[in-house]
Every structure is written in C-alpha cells, then in structure tokens.
Nanobody, 117 residues
C-alpha cells in the first residue's frame, strides 16, 4: 500500500513563502515522477510542477520563477518551495507519485494553501 503524506500548507500573506513536503511510503517502481497539483475552489485540478527520478523538472507557466520543486530520492520525498505567493495561488495542493507513462499513480490527501491579499 502506497501512502503519500503532505505537510507544510497554511495561511500566508501575499508576497510570503511556504514550503510543502510530501513523503511517499510503501512499495513502488522506479523510475517515477513526483509532483504537485492544485485545485482552487470550484475549479479543476491542474499541474503545478513535476520532477523525474533523474531531476528533470516541469512547471506550469503561472508559477515559473516563483516555485521550485525538488526531490530526495533516498527519502522518497518531494518538496515545493513557494515564494512570492499570490492570492490566486490559493488552492488545495495535492502530491502525486506516478510512473512516467501514467500506468500507475497515487495521490496524497491534499493540503490547503491560503494566500491573503
């Protein structure tokens, strides 16, 4: 049974920073991609950023230059450093672990990020 446990969400003022963490436990294959997705109220879930086992990253245009994704393969952990936060970044952030081809995938329970203006 694979579990993803997120932490680090909360309330922050616009311009502030937060760091999200997600630890994966259980048995899963490598190589794999880890990433963050977010779902604002009343909107669909969308990509924020992903990182491959080899460290290649991909970002949504809306977060480029402000967010940084990284991973520690030895600890099965992925991080999302979020700087210069904006109210439009308010959402539930979900951690994802999957095969590179989406043949399998797992989601965390989500962590709320709220940015006040």
């Amino acid at each position: 049974q694979v579990q993803l446990v997120e932490s680090g969400g909360g309330l922050v003022q616009a311009g502030g920073s937060l760091r999200l963490s997600c630890v994966a436990s259980g048995s899963f294959f490598s190589p794999n991609d880890m990433g963050w997705y977010r779902q604002p109220p009343g909107k669909p879930r969308d990509l924020v950023a992903t990182v491959t086992s080899g460290g290649r990253t991909n970002y949504a245009d809306s977060v480029k230059g402000r967010f940084t994704i990284s991973r520690d393969n030895a600890r099965n952990t992925v991080y999302l450093q979020m700087n210069s936060l904006k109210p439009e970044d308010t959402a539930v952030y979900y951690c994802n672990l999957r095969s590179p081809t989406w043949a399998w995938g797992y989601w965390g329970q989500g962590t709320q990020v709220t940015v006040s203006s």
